[in-house]
């Protein structure tokens, strides 16, 4: 049928789908459909997320609960930005709620209880030889030099996003790990294309900093 979503060649679906025939097929609860859906537009979903909340799980938490929101707020979709650009935008929303309201209740983690290494990997008090030493040592744990470095440059990445100021955070996820335009980006975040311009070089400058910090990469002038 003309204009009804089909699923592409690799199974995925197309981001280039006619916004009518998406919310249509929404609509009738075709739910092949919703399920492709899910699987194409999610994982930007869960990324944007993460760069509000800590945990994984809250992240999916909030991601389940966009879901939710889009089934049920279909109707309000006035069609004034992508389908797409809206879902996020709701994701955006929710995130920021979550991580407000887990930043005025952060627990109190409690003291832990007994030893914190099982006194059994010691020799005893009263041993004849190496009294309190360690009886069965900690195990040389394997890190292949190679997956070792680029575990490590993946975290300096990572490190290097989670400090960046949140617009920044937010619009390097979008664009760089979300693989969203700028003109997507600008709908999404409320934010002028000069003004997008100047905080993703702003974000990328401080990771490749970082970067380059790392690997002393950085050559005289």
């Not at 979503?5 to 009738?28: F, H, Q």
């Amino acid at each position: 049928m003309a204009g009804v979503p089909s699923s592409s060649p690799t199974g995925r679906l197309r981001r280039e789908w006619d916004d009518d025939a998406l919310v249509a097929s929404l609509r009738r609860g075709d739910e092949r459909f919703f399920a492709e859906l899910v699987e194409d537009w999610s994982r930007v979903m869960l990324v944007l997320a993460l760069s509000h909340v800590e945990s994984r799980a809250v992240a999916e938490e909030v991601v389940q609960e966009a879901w939710l929101t889009v089934l049920r707020d279909l109707d309000r979709f006035e069609r004034r930005s992508a389908l797409r650009t809206w879902v996020l935008g709701i994701v955006v929303n929710l995130a920021r709620s979550r991580a407000r309201a887990e930043r005025r209740s952060v627990p109190i983690p409690p003291e832990p209880s007994g030893p914190v290494v099982d006194p059994a990997r010691f020799r005893p008090t009263d041993a004849a030889r190496w009294p309190d030493h360690w009886a069965l040592g900690p195990v040389r744990w394997p890190a292949p030099e190679d997956e070792l470095l680029a575990g490590e440059t993946r975290q300096v990445i990572l490190d290097a996003i989670s400090q960046l100021p949140v617009a920044q955070r937010e619009l390097l996820v979008l664009r760089d790990l979300g693989g969203l335009t700028a003109a997507e980006t600008c709908n999404v975040l409320g934010l002028t294309d000069t003004n997008q311009r100047v905080l993703l070089h702003r974000s990328r400058s401080r990771v490749r900093n970082a970067l380059e910090h790392y690997f002393d990469a950085t050559e005289p002038t």
